[in-house]
C-alpha cells in the first residue's frame, strides 16, 4: 500500500492528502515530526520535509506540488488539472499562488508561529502574526475574485487550485485566524470544500495541546 509521510498541521501534506481522498487511492499515514530530523527520514527527503510519498514498490516522491502531479497523471479516476492546456497552465499557476505565496505570506505567520515555533523551542513573532492577519484578507478577496464568474477557483470543475488553497486555509482555520465575515464568497466557497467527503479526514486532525474552534469542522459555520 502507498504510504504518506505526513503532519496534521502541515497544509502541503493535507493538499496531497485530499488529491489521494478525491481520486479514492488507498494509503496510509505516517506521522512524522519533520523537524526532528529523524536519519530515517533524511534518507527518504534530504530537504527534511513533508510531505514525502512512498510507492508500493518502494519508490521514493517528495514536494507535493510533484506529487500531486504524479499522482493526476498515473490515476485516471478523476480529473483535477483541467482540460485543455491553457486551463492547466492556470491551475498549475494557481496551485503555485497558494503553495508559495499564501503559505509564506498567510500560513507560515500563523501556523508556522503560533505552533512549528514552539516545537521547535523559538518564540512566536507577534511582528509576523500581524502581517498574517492583514496578508490573509487579501488573499480571501482574491478568492471572491476567481469565483465571481465560476464555480471553482480556476473554471466549473474543481481543480488542484482549490485543494491546494483549502489546504492551507484549513490549517489556518484550526487556529481560528481566518476572518471569514470579511469575505462572504470566499467562506460560501470554503463551506462547499469542507462538505466534501475527501475533507472530512482532515479536519478530524488534532494535535495535542490545541483545540480548534468550533466552527471548525462545521460545514455550516
Known amino acids: 500500500m502507498i504510504t504518506l509521510y505526513h503532519h496534521s498541521l502541515c497544509p ?31 534518507a527518504m527527503n534530504p530537504a527534511g520535509e513533508v510531505p514525502v ?11 507535493s506540488i510533484a506529487i500531486a502531479e504524479y499522482l493526476e497523471e498515473s490515476y485516471d479516476a478523476r480529473n483535477l488539472i483541467g482540460r485543455q492546456p491553457l486551463q492547466k497552465a492556470e491551475t498549475r499557476r494557481l496551485v503555485g499562488w497558494f503553495n508559495q505565496k499564501f503559505h509564506t505570506e498567510v500560513t507560515k505567520n500563523f501556523v508556522g508561529e503560533k505552533y512549528f ?19 490573509v484578507a487579501y488573499h ?50 470554503y463551506a462547499v470544500m469542507k462538505s466534501r467527503p475527501s475533507f472530512r479526514t482532515l479536519l478530524e486532525d488534532r494535535v495535542p495541546g490545541v483545540t480548534p474552534p468550533k466552527h471548525y469542522t462545521d460545514p455550516d459555520f
Do not use: C
Request: aromatic letters at 10%; zero cysteines; glycine letters at 6%.
Open 117 to 135: 515555533k514552539g516545537q521547535e523551542g523559538s518564540t512566536p513573532n507577534s511582528k509576523a502574526m500581524s502581517a498574517g492577519r492583514q496578508n
Open 53 to 63: 510519498l512512498v510507492l508500493e514498490r518502494g519508490q521514493i516522491l517528495s514536494d
Open 12 to 42: 502541503k501534506s493535507r493538499f496531497v492528502r485530499l488529491v489521494l481522498n478525491e481520486k479514492k487511492i488507498e494509503y496510509q499515514l505516517v506521522e512524522e515530526k519533520f523537524w526532528q530530523r529523524r536519519d530515517e527520514f533524511l
Open 140 to 189: 480571501l478577496d482574491y478568492i471572491d475574485f476567481l469565483t465571481k464568474s465560476h464555480s471553482w477557483l480556476n473554471g466549473d470543475e474543481m481543480t488542484l487550485a482549490d485543494l491546494a488553497a483549502a489546504a492551507e486555509l484549513s490549517t489556518v482555520d484550526y487556529f481560528g485566524d481566518v476572518p471569514w465575515a470579511h469575505n462572504e464568497r470566499a467562506k460560501h466557497w
